[in-house]
């Protein structure tokens, strides 16, 4: 796709943010397995609901840019995801592994959060009221989840795996 205009990149973008959530509903689960703390168990299973609905959100911005709804390939994710992959599979306490999962799943919000700011400022710019009232929501669920996972993390995760 030859991009021409703002509304091509965002549509670009669109796509490789559905793949980037369809990825992320696979690999939240395993997420949820290997961690030892209830309350990073929680939220990865609460952030696994939270990103079935961030598809379906980014199937209704494809169709209000009037697009078909086809991803596309995230490869930012994917390598994200990898390094979650390589974190489970480490030779760690768990209180260690624990830690090395939320720094994980803190890049990827951070992530998110930049891909869905910079199409909220997009969709701003083109008086795409709709799709930034969409991409807000989900915006403001990626930005919500990373403080849990900070809080998480300075509570209870971080003292442990430092002792």
Request: with cysteine; aromatic share 2%; charged share 30%.
């Amino acid at each position: 796709m030859k991009m021409r205009t703002l509304n091509d990149l965002m549509v670009d973008v669109a796509r490789d943010m559905l793949d980037a959530e369809k990825q992320l509903v696979k690999a939240l689960p395993k997420m949820a397995k290997g961690a030892s703390s209830p309350e990073l168990k929680e939220a990865f299973e609460t952030h696994l609901e939270q990103t079935k609905a961030q598809v379906e959100r980014m199937g209704r911005v494809l169709e209000a840019l009037g697009q078909p709804i086809r991803a596309k390939k995230c490869q930012a994710m994917e390598g994200l995801i990898a390094e979650g992959k390589e974190v489970l599979e480490m030779d760690a306490d768990p209180e260690t592994r624990d830690a090395a999962l939320i720094a994980a799943a803190q890049k990827v919000e951070h992530y998110e959060i930049a891909g869905y700011g910079t199409m909220c400022t997009w969709a701003a710019r083109l008086g795409l009221d709709e799709v930034k009232e969409i991409l807000g929501e989900t915006l403001a669920e990626e930005k919500t989840t990373d403080g849990l996972l900070t809080e998480i993390a300075e509570a209870a995760v971080n003292e442990q795996a430092a002792s």
